[in-house]
């Protein structure tokens, strides 16, 4: 992915983009003007929206047209899932997700996701799509 022959400074396009997002996600909110993209310079729709998470889909490089799932549980009888994370922790091309539950009462919060305490580390290397939801608020982080 690089264009240089010096491998170990190699940075992974996802990666950057992920370190953009857990930047905004640790400081909420700059002043900036930007194109509607994953790594926009702030959280919501504009600086006045108090949205604490950018939330992803990603996919990995072996099944580009099918969304990573991840279960909503560590209780192994829980077998529901979700494809929708917030970025928790990157180190080099090693990213920590949390997954996201779809909200039941997304209609009365207007928040469409719950946290979980369901997490997953990959190597971005696997990565190959990262998609970005509409920037919100997740509560109980």
Same mark, same amino acid.
């Given at each position: 992915m690089c $264009? $240089?022959?010096e491998v170990n400074n190699c940075e992974n396009c996802i990666a950057?983009?992920?370190k953009v997002i857990l930047l905004l996600q640790q400081s909420v909110c700059q002043n900036d003007t930007c194109l509607q993209t994953c790594d926009k310079g702030y959280l919501g729709q504009n600086c006045a929206t108090f949205c604490n998470t950018r939330p992803i889909v990603l996919y990995t490089c072996s099944s580009a047209s099918t969304p990573l799932a991840m279960p909503i549980s560590k209780d192994p009888s829980i077998t529901t899932t979700s494809n929708v994370f917030r970025l928790e922790k990157l180190d080099g091309n090693c990213a920590t997700c949390r997954v996201l539950a779809p909200n039941d009462n997304a209609s009365t919060t207007g928040f469409p996701y719950t946290?979980? $305490?369901s997490f997953f580390t990959i190597n971005l290397n696997c990565?190959?799509?990262i998609r970005c939801l509409d920037d919100t608020f997740v509560d109980t982080l």
């Open positions: $264009n $240089n022959n950057e983009i992920l946290a979980t $305490n990565v190959c799509i």
